[in-house]
């Protein structure tokens, strides 16, 4: 591993990067937790499973292309990524996909009247109670593209032995 610190096991360089590995590990990312969160919609019924499935893949999708923009336009100019930037990436992405959600809705065409759903209004504070309560679900989300993403090597033998010294 070529690393501008050789001896922080959380960085990660930047020309040690695989684009497959990145990309799987900002998919599964979010996909553990809302699994997590989601199973039970199996067993009521199937529109509830299929809702599921196309908010999971859609949290995917926005993990993805978050990720992706993050990696490209920041770390590559810093060189890699750290654990706790990962970590802090997976809260940024669950976080905004709410607030993109709104932003979305607004732009489609609540502008002129209340967004209605089920018949109840919703306005931004819900959407933002909704991003702040994402936000450790993204931490869990980011520690998962840390560990599947940016760090899929083995520990060396040396590392694993400078434990019993």
């Given amino acids: 591993m070529s690393s501008n610190r050789p001896e922080d096991a959380t960085w990660r360089s930047w020309s040690d990067f695989n684009f497959g590995w990145l990309a799987l590990g900002l998919i599964a990312g979010p996909l553990v937790p809302f699994g997590l969160l989601a199973w039970p919609a199996l067993f009521v019924g199937w529109l509830f499973a299929v809702i599921a499935c196309a908010i999971g893949i859609a949290l995917a999708a926005w993990s993805l292309l978050t990720g992706l923009a993050y990696i490209t336009l920041v770390s590559r100019l810093r060189g890699g990524i750290g654990r706790r930037e990962s970590v802090l990436l997976g809260m940024g992405s669950a976080s905004s996909v709410s607030i993109a959600a709104y932003a979305t809705m607004w732009l489609v065409g ?4 209340p ?3 089920a018949d109840t209004e919703v306005s931004a504070l819900e959407f933002l109670t909704v991003a702040i309560l994402f936000l450790p679900l993204g931490a869990l989300a980011g520690w998962i593209f840390w560990r599947i993403g940016v760090k899929p090597e083995m520990a060396s033998p040396e590392e ?4 019993f010294d």
């Avoid at 694993?160 to 434990?163: E, K």
């Fill in 110 to 113: 609540a502008q002129s009247e």
């Fill in 115 to 117: 967004l209605q759903v």
């Fill in 160 to 163: 694993v032995t400078r434990v």
